[in-house]
């Protein structure tokens, strides 16, 4: 008698057993997983490395938008069209000063 008690107690435990266990892993992840609290330092980090590599991005874009516009073909500005045909063609002399235009 003292057996089928003891299996009943053991078969009554084990649902809430195995449920505890289950809580245990999803909190577990929660915490320490790949995207858990404690992961969310590095996505700060992550996220101010991007927004200063957006940052860059933006000045180059800017930059490339502003020599864009003198090529337009409606009017090139002759000063730069002159100093990237001489770049492409091998004229420009290492001894020679280039002013960039901002």
């Not at 009554?12 to 330092?41: H, K, M, Q, T």
């Not at 002159?82 to 235009?101: F, S």
Request: no cysteine.
């Amino acid at each position: 008698m003292a057996r089928r008690s003891t299996l009943s107690v053991i078969k009554s435990a084990a649902l809430p057993a195995v449920a505890l266990f289950i809580i245990a892993d999803f909190a577990g992840f929660a915490v320490f997983g790949p995207n858990g609290l404690l992961s969310l330092a590095g996505y700060h980090q992550q996220k101010a490395a991007k927004l200063a590599t957006l940052d860059a991005l933006k000045v180059q874009q800017i930059k490339l938008q502003h020599h864009a516009d003198l090529l337009d073909p409606r009017h090139v500005d002759p000063d730069y069209a002159d100093e990237l045909v001489r770049h492409e063609t091998g004229q420009v002399r290492p001894d020679e000063v280039i002013i960039p235009r901002n």
